[in-house]
T-cell receptor, first 110, second 115 residues
Framework: EDKVVQSPLSLVVHEGDTVTLNCSYE??????LLWYKQEKKAPTFLFML????IEKKSGRLSSILDKKELFSILNITATQTGDSAIYLCAVQGGSEKLVFGKGMKLTVNP | EPEVTQTPSHQVTQMGQEVILRCVPI?????FYWYRQILGQKVEFLVS????????KSEIFDDQFSVERPDGSNFTLKIRSTKLEDSAMYFCASSEQGIPHSPLHFGNGTRLTVT
């Protein structure tokens, strides 16, 4: 059965800190890994990764995939209170569906 | 920025009743999905839909569930006879070319409460 494990499950930091979110997976016929940010309702797309070692960047957020070790990290530098959210990692195996992890709750305090 | 729109935002229904959850995907997207999230649990896949037919469905998506694209813009999820355990947030999503070629974009969800 496909599995996605995120760690830590929750984190409390101060504004300005850098955080690293981890996502490890076991999936048959890996095709893609996606990161989403979930604030109140809709998961909002952040990154989609398909190749190892290529960093994707968007402002203070970046992510990289290691297909050999079966994990991805999401980095957030200079955190702001607006980064407070649940961060979801989801993996696509050899089918149409995404398998989600439990999510990581990030709280950024001023 | 274009977005996926879902209505209603919250629906309360009695056990055994039929409900229809509605979604308007992003206009140039060709792939459509329903996911659900029971309170405190993971987001779970229900069904994917492409070219006017179901392309994949999960074990959750049994005979009580159906999907339809009745016109060029709407995508609906029907639950024929709701059960208490159907209470969840239901998310519609769409993708321009399907994963892994393009990501899924989710709507704000419909919170379904079955009493």
């Amino acid at each position: 059965e496909d599995k996605v494990v995120q760690s830590p499950l929750s984190l409390v930091v101060h504004e300005g800190d850098t955080v690293t979110l981890n996502c490890s997976y076991e999936v048959t016929n890996f095709r893609s890994l996606l990161w989403y940010k979930q604030e109140k309702k809709a998961p909002t797309f952040l990154f989609m990764l398909t190749s190892s070692g290529i960093e994707k960047k968007s402002g203070r957020l970046s992510s990289i995939l290691d297909k050999k070790e079966l994990f991805s990290i999401l980095n957030i530098t200079a955190t702001q209170t607006g980064d407070s959210a649940i961060y979801l990692c989801a993996v696509q195996g050899g089918s149409e569906k995404l398998v989600f992890g439990k999510g990581m709750k990030l709280t950024v305090n001023p | 920025e274009p977005e996926v729109t879902q209505t209603p935002s919250h629906q309360v229904t009695q056990m055994g009743q039929e409900v229809i959850l509605r979604c308007v995907p992003i206009s140039n997207h060709l792939y459509f999905y329903w996911y659900r999230q029971i309170l405190g649990q993971k987001v779970e896949f229900l069904v994917s839909f492409y070219n006017n037919e179901i392309s994949e469905k999960s074990e959750i998506f049994d005979d009580q569930f159906s999907v339809e694209r009745p016109d060029g813009s709407n995508f609906t999820l029907k639950i024929r006879s709701t059960k208490l355990e159907d209470s969840a947030m239901y998310f519609c999503a769409s993708s321009e070319q399907g994963i892994p070629h393009s990501p899924l974009h989710f709507g704000n969800g419909t919170r379904l409460t079955v009493t």
